[in-house]
């Protein structure tokens, strides 16, 4: 069987980059989320911590960014309280799971005002359960899963 490594690679069409193991499973039992060390292999920083992998979720996720979802839930957090403090505390439990890197979610500098990755922002929702705001990204995604894998 293959090791979740070389699924990801396949999934990425590339090898991963500070790869640290798989956290989140489709219903198929294939990686959808990996977690990602601070620094890769060269010990160049890696911001992103969650990565999403699923080529379903990847393409879902590709099409609502390309339809403005970036501005729009940018726009939602900075006029929704709830979704704002949501995105606070996401980014708080960001950096303290990564101290070494002072970033919130996908990257995120501290005052940044904006969502730079809605795939960062979905990863971290899948392995970071109860992210208002992640989870109403998610929402707009359902269903979630495809009827068969995704993963060749």
């Given amino acids: 069987m293959d090791s979740d490594r070389a699924i990801v690679e396949r999934q990425l ?10 956290v989140v499973r489709c219903p198929f039992g294939r990686p959808a989320v990996t977690e990602q ?8 920083p890696f911001p992103t ?32 309280d709830a979704l704002g403090r949501s995105l606070e505390r996401a980014n708080d439990e960001q950096r303290s799971l990564r101290p070494e890197l002072d970033l919130g979610v996908g990257g995120a500098r501290r005052g940044a005002g904006g969502l730079k990755c809605l795939h960062a922002h979905v990863a971290f929702a ?26 060749p």
């Fill in 13 to 22: 069409g590339r090898p991963p980059r500070a790869f640290r193991r798989v």
């Fill in 37 to 44: 060390t601070a620094y890769d292999d060269a010990g160049e």
């Fill in 49 to 80: 911590t969650f990565w999403l992998t699923c080529p379903h979720l990847v393409a879902a996720v590709s099409r609502l960014e390309a339809a403005g979802g970036v501005e729009r839930w940018s726009a939602a957090a900075r006029e929704d």
């Fill in 126 to 151: 899948l392995a970071r359960p109860r992210y208002e705001l992640g989870e109403r990204i998610l929402d707009e995604l359902r269903p979630l899963w495809p009827d068969v894998c995704c993963t």
